[in-house]
């Protein structure tokens, strides 16, 4: 079920115009000669923000389809609604300080800051009520006929709210905080993302109506389960039917469930910040104050008690969003985790990577592995816990191993890799471990972990003044009988064992001498006062990544028809980039562009980028890695791929002749301004042909994918290809790695 994407696009009124002579003034080019992508106007971009929202449509789309299982349509479902949260706590709240500090500066597409934020305000609407009739029309009926029913308090029979009573006065009662609003009581704050009920009571001797807030309380159960566990009340219904006992002797009126979206990006300047950690933990409390920038509103609120909300939160009219359905969407996360395996896609176990798999009860020396030769490893397909996981614990363990240094970007709740390094420190061993403390929305979890491992013994450091350190890098040096070796790993996603599941990523793990003496140099850069020298293998931003990536365009530019270009990024805005990757279209060049989110870049537009195809893979796995392709693979690197023979892949395609060889990396760094200029990341060459051949079936199956693909049009809008092939590239990875695991099995068994 594909939706209508396109529907509210504010796209279609920004197509782009062809460039003339008369436009370009006196002394343009003739007809015959080439037009730069600057003569095509601004029009030439999309809209960074718009783009995101069209990202949302497609993961919206995936909610409404009912070929998706139920379980798993309400968790598209809640990634929509907490990633609109983000949205607007971010990109939204940017925008307004932009506004009101009144900052004109257009967007590279050519919006002033109030035309964005117009199309944003019709935009989200649209999506908000199409989320309401996926919930209210789709899901909601779906999971009664599966058992699962969301029940409305005032369809429930006496035996069920006696039952709820019982529940309201022993588990919720004691935790509510009723706050009314009068002359002795100025109104309440209200937090960020919290959810509150209006509630409208009388005095019963004047008659005099007064405003109160009663705030759900966060830490308990958004659905509250009757006895038989099928039916779900929601928690905001269950106070609602009890505020008497809040407000004793008072005359009840209407009621209103309402939440506030805040600002929450930080306001830190590192540069001027003493103690880093110290000024995080500041504002990480400025930012519960943050200014308010969304209210949800249930539909039926009645005027006086929106116009007091919208008054004392200092909001207008265009920032209400009405709603039909229960506000906060995001909470259908513990419903989405009920336990019915058959409502849900059926379990995915990854396979051990087989160069890491061990002989029986024999474990893998994975230090002799790497001497030997790289490994490159895909997330799920590849245990991560096999992998990467088992790499930084057996450093950890190994008396040999003499440091360990490694990033922490965002990493998971149990925290094994914390854990290992903190045992490494207490053995001994030298460890020094990168904890981004601006890690947006992790802060706070990122606090907790730098004082655990300052407590262990472990260096923890905070990064590079004025910079994001965003690289996935682990560095480990080892003592061996030849001297000092140094085992690495470079990956596109974070060291995190809960993401991993669920979040497509590639890394690399390598002792290449090249990639560990610029990781050595990196880590000396981040931990100490040095600059990063001239690096031997990887890409380093900021001083490398850009001017490489344009360079590697340029190379291909040059090539014209016999060159190729294969990009997969989660987002691509950065105009210099896009106007290179224009140039190459217009040179002849084949560019392939894999962005599951933003996209600025207009593909198919005539003489300008008429050779660019863009595709999203929005699927069950969340398409995360970064892989960069230059040129033409190799005969040799084609023979060895395993998609060779499907005859569905039709990107398995002969080098051009005068084709330059591929270069490949994988790294950490997107194609957008913040990761090209404000960040640390590292990009890898992956050299072996066996790796390259892995990749390659890996871009292969991307670009043939149909049954979660989209692709973007000429007018900025998007639609879903059609589903000629079934290529389904997420569940053929999966077959490849079972597959792999099996010829390792066999062998064994032969041998």
Known sequence: MTGDLREGSAEAEHRVPGPSSADAGDGAPGDDEPRGPEEFGAARFLNRELSWLD???RVLDLAADVATPLLERGKFLAIFATGMDEFFQVRVAG???????????????GR????QLRAIRARAGALAARAERIYRDGLVLDLAASGIEVVSYSALDEDARAELRGIFERDIFPVLTPLAVDPGHPFPYISNLSLNLAVVVADPETSERRFARVKVPPLLPRFVALGDDRRLVLLE???????EQLFPDMMLGAYHAFRVTRNADLDLDDGEADDLLAAVEIELRRRRFGRAVRLEVDATIEPDVLELLLSELELT????????VPLDLGQLWAVVRIDRPELHEPAWIPATQPRLAGHGEDPVDLFAVLRERDVLVQHPYDSFGTSVEAFISAAAEDPDVLAIKQTLYRTSGDAPFVSALARAAESGKQVAALVELKARFDEQRNIVWARQLEQAGVHVVYGVVGLKTHSKTALVVRREPD???????????????????VYEDIGLLTSDPDVGADLNDLFNHLTGFSRSSTSRALVLAPERFRPWVLE???????????GRITIKVNGLTDPEIVDALYRASQAGVLVELMVRGVCALRPGVAGLSERVTVRSIVGRVLEHSRIYRFGWPSPEVLAACATRDDSEVPHLRAPEPGARRARYFIGSGDLMERNLDRRIEALAPVLAPELCSRLEDILALDLADDPHTWVLADDGTWGRVPCLADVNAQARLQELAVERSRRRHASELAG
């Not at 925008?95 to 597409?109: C, I, P, Q, T, V």
């Not at 974070?494 to 991993?500: H, Q, R």
């Open 55 to 57: 990202f949302a449509a």
């Open 483 to 501: 001297g000092i070796r140094r085992y690495c790993h470079v990956g596109t996603g974070n060291y995190n064992s809960d993401t991993a599941r």
């Open 112 to 115: 002033t800051v109030s035309e």
């Open 552 to 562: 590697q365009i340029a190379l291909e530019t040059e090539a014209g028809e016999s």
């Open 237 to 243: 219904q269950v106070i609602a039917a009890h505020l």
């Open 317 to 324: 009219t265009e920032d209400v969003y009405a709603c039909t």
């Open 95 to 109: 925008l307004k300080d932009r506004h009101e500090a009144g900052l004109h500066a257009r967007s590279a597409d």
